[in-house]
């Protein structure tokens, strides 16, 4: 089993459309995918639970802080994701499923005072429900939240970049967290994207040459185009995998998760 986290101390660099889009490529070829959600936002747990299959109440459902306090264990927080396939008229369970956000997550100092540790119950669930991967979205930048994912879920970590130089300005902070989690715990830094790139787009390439600069880490080869058909996969609550057969921008990110299942 591998655990992923999607991060970036930058805000709407495409972390949660990039696990969510990963998510449905990994389904479509038959894995089995457990999508944590850590962002007090809880985007992710908003477009994975969309459909009313899903059967999800945020009001009286649990959600990552009950478990997290111990109010509940994962079995019985774990959501079904439900998708409307290409061609297809009713929406059908296909393998992902969801550990629902908090809006609780973003009051840090009861965070840190009522988390219990997770990481031998989370393993026993993972391992007894046979998920393939684990992928956690994360907020922007919360100390105490890094903390626990890089402690007790994730092992390893890839970077979605928007075209702008604060995005690489903010490398060298990324770098702090990815070191301040490797002296916690073996944390393997897989790689660095471009999440909406336009090629057609000067600041764009000037931005690709200077990650270019970072060597291996930047997975070069792989762009995800700047197109508003990964917008609509948001609204619609369906992966690009799910949602067009042909796309420049299915075909980036069934790339990506090609790249992701190598490193
Ligand atoms: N390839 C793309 N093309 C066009 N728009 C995109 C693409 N990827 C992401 N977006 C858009 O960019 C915005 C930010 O994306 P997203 O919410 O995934 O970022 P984030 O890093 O999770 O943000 P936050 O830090 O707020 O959680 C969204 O409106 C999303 O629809
Ligand atoms: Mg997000």
Known sequence: MRKIAF???????????????????????????LCID??????????????????YNPKCDKNIMDVFTGGSG???????NYIVDIGKRKPAYFNIDVIPGSKELKRNEYVRKSYIGIKDKL???AKDEGYDFILCDLPANSEIINEICFGDICDEIISPF??????????????????????????????IY??????????DNFIK?????????????IQIPAKTDIRETITMGKPISFYKNQSS???????????????
């Open 7 to 33: 991060v970036n101390i930058k805000g709407g660099v495409g972390k949660t459309t990039g696990i969510f889009n990963v998510a449905g490529v990994l389904a479509k070829k038959g894995y089995k995918v």
């Open 38 to 55: 850590l962002d007090r936002q809880c985007n992710l747990t908003n477009t994975m639970l969309a459909n009313s299959e899903s059967d």
């Open 74 to 80: 994962f079995g019985e927080t774990v959501k079904r």
């Open 123 to 125: 393993n026993k669930f």
């Open 162 to 191: 928007s075209t702008d130089v604060y995005s690489v300005e903010g490398y060298e902070e990324l770098m702090d967290v990815v070191n301040i989690a490797r002296e916690k715990n073996e944390v393997k830094m897989l790689g």
């Open 194 to 203: 471009l999440s909406k790139y336009d090629k057609r787009v000067g600041l």
């Open 209 to 221: 040459e200077e990650l270019e600069s970072f060597g291996q880490l930047f997975i070069k080869e």
């Open 249 to 263: 921008t299915r075909e980036a990110y069934e790339r990506l998760t090609d790249e992701i299942l190598k490193r």
